[in-house]
């Protein structure tokens, strides 16, 4: 998955430690701002639904 931008695999990454990176990221503009956080699948896997992704690899059963 792409975590704001960045690749990460989202079954292993904290939520607290995102939250905190980005408030450090933007703790000039609003340090009272609740950071967004954009979740998106990866653009080399095509999507199924919502978040779902085919994760099977051509040619292989």
Do not use: F, W
Not at 4 to 33: F, H, P, W
Not at 38 to 54: E, F, R, S
Request: charged share 25%.
């Amino acid at each position: 998955m792409r975590i704001n931008g960045r690749s990460a695999l989202t079954c292993k990454e904290n939520i607290g430690s995102e939250v905190q990176r980005l408030q450090i990221r933007d703790a000039a503009i609003d340090s009272d701002a609740m950071p967004e956080i954009i979740i998106a699948p990866m653009g080399n896997m095509q999507v199924i639904k919502d978040l779902v992704v085919d994760i099977v690899v051509s040619g292989t059963t």
